[in-house]
């Protein structure tokens, strides 16, 4: 009876969406009073979707092999957070998360928005059930979760190995709340556009929701990153793989969102613009949503490989992304932009940003989709990878980073001060940092070159809205903004060491044999058959030594029997200066083993620097959030100095 409940909760939240839809296009013809009922609606709505989610999660957690679902993907010899986490490792319970996320953001809006008039209200829960709808239609028509297996079966299939790990309790759920988040900004988007009361207010509205959603797509990226890199045992932390770009790219929209916001909020102007990265940022996350579980991709993190489901996809995608720029195209040209302002000027610099972020955007989703459809339409297959976007996206990005440091020094309308003065420090620590790279390192690539001296150009200069001023009376916001920045910066020296100093080495070793990679000398003592809970592997032993003691590290791989899987667990060492990252490959006729060893300097600062950019952004959103508390008085100093 809980599938059965599960799926009757799912009806009924499907029913509710359908309600308060129809409430909304009564409201808005009739001006009939509902947003109380509305309200109530949603968050009734928002209710049934965690019962039916909870339901999922409990059919999993009790291997009840009478769910198709469960027995196509969990077995009872997995371990519990195995078990459970594979409730949303697979195509219909990874589409019920997202409805689900869907549906409570959609209540939260109903609880706690104040700020937005009231007919953009209806009419943002009423497009925001209409996403909802949609999504209903998909799971109860065409991905039932809780569809019955007759008989039931023994004992299940299992779930996919790679997914066998800590990462997926965390890195899906996080994304997910980041790509349905910005729906909110969608709906309160289409909701403005239909009431034409795009102002001020509804930017600090939407504001929030826009900054929570970036700092889980920030974290879920950053987490998802490094699962892929310890647990593929491949090396690398970015592959530019279609599924890796679907995160980004709503990522990316959601960065030109924030700061388009900003300008909205604090100034009035950029309606047009602010209201159409609205629409694209989530109409990311809905192209991201076809790739990733329409089949029309070959990935790990693909689980659908029915192609009904994916015209299904499809053709939402096609009817709310259409439908919304319809509506901008109607009603964008009607909005009035606020006061004007100088080429020198934080609009100025901010609008650089958007068109950079977007342009980054475009190059992404072009890669991306571009090999797909000229395999569509002629059969051929291309591929796209690391070369193009790095050589055409890492240039632009660069010189964002740039621009990342001068931007927060200016004032909005205009600049009165002598801001360039205060970039002397900054400017001079980058010319350092040029000066050693090409002294010590004078064979490395262009691109890491630049970003080691664009990285101490933006360290320095992150931190000077705060020296610039007293730090102790700075507001919570400013703080992130810094600490998001400075997390840039972090996150630029790792990419740029890794780029030019990772050392890689390559080798078939007998036991007894060293091998040499960068500072390290790595010996293989000997290999040896374990097993592990659900699985049993054949572990190496590695004795590395630098010259300041000796490290063991035990790479694994690991044959699984449900289903039937060979994985390669690497073993990473992490060090002050960087990480030693081994793979113990097959053995050779000979009597060796295949080794992998990288050596990869200041990696970690990749991933430290990610964790930067989120908690940067979780302060800023907490002093966001005090703000709107506070008088009106106390924050207009603020304002009129052109910090805020």
Not at 4 to 16: D, I, Q, R, V
Not at 75 to 83: E, L, R
Not at 607 to 630: D, E, K, P, T
């Amino acid at each position: 009876m809980i599938a059965e409940a599960g799926l009757a909760a799912l009806w009924l939240a499907a029913g509710l969406a359908a309600y308060q839809l129809v409430l909304m296009l009564l409201a808005l013809r009739t001006d009939v009073e509902v947003v109380r009922p509305m309200r109530a609606v949603a968050v009734v709505q928002g209710a049934l979707t965690m019962i039916a989610f909870a339901m999922l999660l409990l059919v999993f957690a009790r291997s009840d092999m009478s769910v198709a679902l469960v027995f196509e993907n969990s077995h009872s010899a997995k371990p519990f957070i195995y078990k459970v986490a594979g409730a949303w490792g697979n195509h219909e319970g990874s589409m019920l998360m997202w409805v689900t996320i869907l549906a409570v953001a959609g209540a939260l809006l109903a609880l706690f928005s104040r700020r937005t008039g009231e007919r953009t209200l209806i009419a943002a829960l009423g497009s925001q059930a209409l996403l909802a709808l949609g999504f209903y239609a998909f799971l109860l028509i065409a991905s039932n979760p809780f569809a019955r297996l007759s008989p039931a079966a023994p004992d299940g299939q299992g779930l996919n190995p790679l997914l066998q790990d800590p990462g997926l309790a965390f890195h899906p759920p996080t994304l997910y709340l980041g790509y349905v988040g910005l729906s909110v900004a969608f709906s309160l988007a289409v909701g403005a556009l239909l009431t034409g009361e795009v102002d001020s207010r509804l930017a600090r509205a939407m504001r929030p929701w826009v900054l929570g959603a970036w700092i889980l797509l920030t974290l879920g990226i950053t987490a998802g990153s490094y699962w892929a890199y310890y647990e593929l045992g491949w090396g690398g932390y970015w592959f530019w793989d279609p599924v890796e770009n679907a995160s980004l790219m709503p990522w990316l929209a959601a960065t030109a969102l924030l700061h388009s916001i900003n300008v909205l909020a604090s100034r009035g102007a950029l309606k047009a613009w602010t209201m159409m990265l609205a629409v694209i940022a989530f109409s990311m996350s809905m192209v991201g949503t076809f790739l990733v579980r329409s089949g029309i991709l070959t990935s790990v993190h693909a689980f659908a490989i029915d192609p009904e489901r994916g015209t299904f996809l499809l053709a939402l995608l096609a009817i709310y992304v259409g439908a919304a720029f319809t509506l901008f195209a109607l009603r964008g040209a009607t909005l009035k932009e606020g006061a004007p302002f100088e080429l020198v000027s934080r609009e100025t610099g901010l609008v650089i940003n958007n068109l950079l972020l977007s342009v980054i955007l475009g190059i992404v989703f072009l890669g991306t989709l571009y090999p797909l459809f000229v395999e569509a339409i002629s059969g051929e297959k291309l591929s796209v990878g690391a070369p193009y976007f790095n050589s055409v996206a890492g240039p632009l990005a660069l010189f964002l980073a740039v621009l990342v440091g001068i931007g927060p020094l200016l004032s909005w309308r205009r600049e009165r001060r002598r801001v360039f003065g205060l970039l002397k420090v900054p400017a001079l620590l980058a010319a350092t940092a040029l000066a050693i790279t090409i002294i010590l390192a004078p064979g490395i690539g262009i691109l890491p070159r630049l970003g080691l001296t664009i990285a101490a150009f933006l360290a320095a200069a992150s931190v000077l809205p705060l020296v610039v001023r007293n730090p102790l009376r700075a507001p919570l916001a400013t703080w992130g903004m810094v600490i998001a920045h400075f997390g840039i910066a972090v996150a630029l020296i790792g990419m740029a060491a890794n780029a030019a100093f990772s050392a890689e080495t390559l080798a078939i070793a007998k036991p007894g044999e060293t091998l040499n990679v960068g500072p390290w000398f790595v010996q293989l003592k000997d290999v040896t058959p374990t097993a592990g809970k659900n699985y049993t592997a054949l572990e190496a032993e590695l004795r590395a030594s630098r010259g300041d003691g000796m490290i063991v590290l035990n790479p694994q791989t690991h044959y699984y029997s449900d289903p039937p899987t060979e994985t390669n667990e690497s073993a990473i060492r992490t060090v002050w200066n960087g990480q030693l990252y081994t793979v113990l490959g097959r053995s050779d006729p000979s009597g060796g083993w295949q080794l992998r060893l990288w050596w990869k300097p200041f990696v970690t600062l990749i991933w430290a620097g990610g964790a930067l950019i989120a908690f940067g952004g979780a302060l800023a959103l907490l002093g966001r959030l005090w703000r709107i508390r506070r008088p009106r008085r106390a924050r207009g100093e603020w304002h009129r100095k052109g910090y805020a």
